[in-house]
């Protein structure tokens, strides 16, 4: 379970590497991009109405409403820490134990990300922009805690749909 920084006096170590990263990635959606959407949504909601699958038009709605209020507020930044005893993601602090792998994804310029799995039910997955920092001492740096997961070689279909369709 990670701990609260703001209400636990935890000692995280030394900090090796540390940055700032966007709590979500804003992507620039044009009109076209509203349009296509509205289209989608508005059939979507026709066909549950025809099909009379009510919970289906009120998830659509929700959706759309979360997705409006989204794109109202900018991303924040999030603080970023990689420590002697763990990882830093905000005001989480998760110690090495807690991670079960991590791999990370380097083709730029579409993805540059560092991945760490949990084996929390609701968060099983960490995933944190690289920027324009080189992955290879910071891989090197966590192979001494956390074992990498070699099997992971593209993105997770979740997040490469996310970009794709600029929803994240």
Same mark, same amino acid.
């Given at each position: 379970? /990670?701990? %609260? ?6 000692? $995280? =170590?030394? *900090? ?8 979500? !990635? ?48 900018? /991303?924040? %930044? ?6 002697? $005893? =763990?990882? *830093? ?8 134990? !807690? ?70």
């Amino acid at each position: 379970m /990670p701990k %609260d920084l703001t209400r636990e006096n935890i000692s $995280t =170590g030394k *900090i090796i590497y540390e940055w700032l990263v966007k709590e979500y !990635e804003q992507y620039d959606r044009n009109r076209r991009w509203y349009w296509i959407a509205s289209i989608v949504g508005a059939v979507l909601i026709l066909f549950g109405l025809l099909t009379a699958d009510y919970l289906f038009v009120l998830v659509l709605v929700l959706f759309g409403i979360v997705l409006f209020l989204h794109d109202l507020r900018p /991303p924040l %930044d999030v603080y970023f820490g990689i420590t002697e $005893t =763990g990882i *830093i993601l905000g005001k989480k602090f998760y110690r090495y134990t !807690e991670l079960n792998n991590f791999w990370i994804i380097y083709n730029p310029p579409e993805v540059k990300n560092l991945y760490f799995s949990l084996d929390n039910i609701v968060k099983h997955r960490i995933q944190v922009p690289l920027l324009d920092y080189d992955p290879r001492p910071i891989r090197d740096y966590l192979l001494q805690f956390v074992e990498e997961d070699l099997n992971e070689e593209e993105e997770p279909f979740s997040d490469r749909l996310a970009r794709i369709l600029k929803i994240h």
